[in-house]
């Protein structure tokens, strides 16, 4: 009996062994962010497209930390590859940060630099602590970061720091292929380039989609992505658009005024970038439209009241519309605004993802070629 009793108390030792030790806990550190919440997402990429996501847990930020244990979620792998949303109490702060979750494992997080990153004079400090996966991650992200922070003292230095952040990406994955998030993290950054650009990352993005491991739903996600940016930039060489005006009538390029350029501007009433630029299109239009210049505005605000509203209250001297915003940065392929277009008369766009002193430069030349 007393034999039976030590070998039932052994079997229940290592039940409960097993148990926590898959268990898997999270500790959020933030010294800055002394109220919020953390909620922790997990979507795979049939979800996303389908703009669903799981949210597996949520909690609060109390004193500068937030805690949770997951003893309920199902790992597919070792690792679970899920984002953190974090916002602060007063709703002043609020961001997202790649989430390597292992299974059975602590992983801490330290965060830092806040008030820098809502001036926007620098990206977050994140820090991952735990295992030997989860620290190989960490460096890896950081590294990536770092180069950011060169492009954004130096512009000049894009080339050097894109071959640098290719060839940490191209490492990182040859080491963990099965990775969501490192494919989650180039696929952001895809879709910031220009598919014509000489980038070593985009060349990286085209080289990886030679050969996909069957099973890999992050590396078939990003090679579908980049399939259809390249499709969607071959399309939309031609203007083509169907938007509004303040009286709800139906415009099309078709109805744009005689010209020998259009500049068609996709914009909206809340981005402050777009509103600094009217000033500078005024101008412009002062100059070029007598020799045959046309200026389209096209919001792609969620909502015609926000747009309605501020062009009342600013009204221009050309065609301001009101658009589809989901279907035009699908068709034009554009995810930042202002994204600005020129086509020529015959409807073919020219020139594209124009900013700033490049319009000027980009009419100017047109111009003087004839």
């Known amino acids: ?21 898959s268990k898997s806990e999270l500790i959020v550190e933030i010294p800055e962010l002394a109220q919020g919440e953390i909620a922790i997402i997990y979507a795979t990429p049939d979800q996303i ?14 004193s500068g930390k937030a805690q949770i244990i997951f003893d309920t979620i199902s790992f597919d792998k070792k690792i679970k590859d899920c984002t953190m949303i974090i916002s602060s109490a007063s709703n002043q702060f609020a961001t997202t940060i790649p989430l390597p979750l292992e299974k059975g494992e602590t992983l ?15 990206f977050l400090k994140t820090t991952y602590s735990g295992s030997k996966k989860v620290e190989s991650f960490s460096k890896f992200y950081n590294d990536l970061m770092e180069q950011n922070r060169l492009l ?27 990775s969501g998030l490192v494919y989650s993290l180039l696929i952001g950054q895809l879709m910031q380039f220009k598919l014509n650009d000489q980038n070593p990352i985009i060349d990286l993005c085209s080289n990886l989609c030679l050969s996909v491991e069957e099973g890999n ?74 020799k045959g210049l046309e200026i389209v505005n096209i919001s792609v605000d969620l909502q015609p009241i ?10 221009l001297p050309w065609l301001s519309l009101w658009g589809n915003g ?41 111009f003087n070629e004839e």
């Open 217 to 290: 739903i992050w590396a078939s996600y990003l090679c579908r992505i980049l399939a259809e940016r390249q499709k969607r930039a071959f399309s939309s060489s031609i203007l083509s658009f169907n938007a509004i005006d303040k009286d709800e009538k139906e415009y099309t390029e078709k109805d744009i005024k005689p010209h020998k350029y259009v500049l068609v501007c996709f914009w909206a009433s809340w981005c402050k970038p777009c509103k600094e630029e009217l000033p500078q299109l005024k101008k412009l239009y002062e100059k070029y439209n007598s």
């Open 108 to 122: 801490t997080i330290k965060i830092s630099g806040i008030d820098k990153y809502i001036k926007r004079e620098d």
């Open 306 to 315: 926000e747009w309605l509203e501020f062009t009342k209250a600013n009204p």
């Open 152 to 178: 954004i003292k130096n512009p000049e230095t894009s080339k050097d720091v894109y071959t640098k952040q290719s060839e940490l990406y191209k490492t990182y994955i040859s080491e963990n292929s099965e």
């Open 1 to 21: 009996m007393k034999k039976i009793s030590l070998l039932l108390t052994l079997f229940i030792t290592l039940i409960i062994f097993n148990s926590c030790s």
């Open 326 to 366: 989901h279907e035009l940065t699908a068709k034009y392929d554009f995810q930042t605004i202002p994204f600005n277009i020129i086509a020529d008369k015959d409807g073919k766009v020219i020139k594209r993802e124009l900013y700033g002193e490049e319009i000027d430069k980009a009419i100017e030349e047109l």
């Open 49 to 62: 497209e389908q703009q669903l996501q799981d949210t597996l847990k949520t909690a609060q930020i109390v």
